[in-house]
């Protein structure tokens, strides 16, 4: 990863349960044009995933120069029997050093850890103050990334965060 362009993440729960699409496109070509975000970090895994790269894939087309990552937490089968579609879907697929012989059921904390750490901009699509998701944002906060709050989420929450 080049740490002379800015990277952005996102994370949410595995399931969502309302439309976030157009804000998540308004929060990224923002990123885009007033912070210089290049590269956008995905952990590829459940419906808000699915969603930010969608969003970032059709930015691509206004702003070809973008790049969309897959971060996996482990090697899988599934990427060489699928070779084609993560190629097409992806600009470059990492499983960073750091993960190599990581226990499976850890590293999938332990990567979304890397994308934080690796991002200057989390986008927070949470609508629960708990899970896998929630943590990732609470601990980029304690690293004072910059974050972005997907407000039609916060109907569901407890928003304790702004």
């Excluded at 097409?88 to 050093?97: A, C, F």
């Excluded at 979304?112 to 901009?121: A, M």
Aim: net charge neutral; glycine share 6%; proline share 2%.
């Amino acid at each position: 990863m080049s740490s002379s362009k800015s990277n952005c993440c996102a994370f949410g729960h595995r399931k969502i349960y309302f439309n976030i699409e157009s804000e998540l496109y308004t929060i990224i070509e923002s990123l885009i044009n007033e912070y210089g975000v290049e590269i956008f970090l995905t952990g590829g895994m459940g419906e808000t995933d699915e969603k930010f790269s969608s969003v970032v894939r059709s930015l691509k087309k206004v702003h070809p120069s973008i790049k969309l990552v897959l971060v996996i937490p482990y090697f899988s089968d599934v990427l060489n029997a699928d070779k084609e579609y993560y190629e097409s879907m992806y600009d470059d697929i990492v499983l960073p050093d750091q993960l190599m012989g990581v226990h499976y059921k850890s590293a999938i904390t332990k990567r979304n850890k890397w994308i934080i750490e690796k991002s200057e901009y989390i986008i927070d699509c949470t609508y629960r103050d708990f899970g896998g998701a929630y943590n990732a944002v609470a601990y980029g906060k304690s690293l004072c990334k910059k974050i972005f709050k997907v407000k039609n989420n916060a109907q569901f929450s407890d928003e304790k965060w702004t």
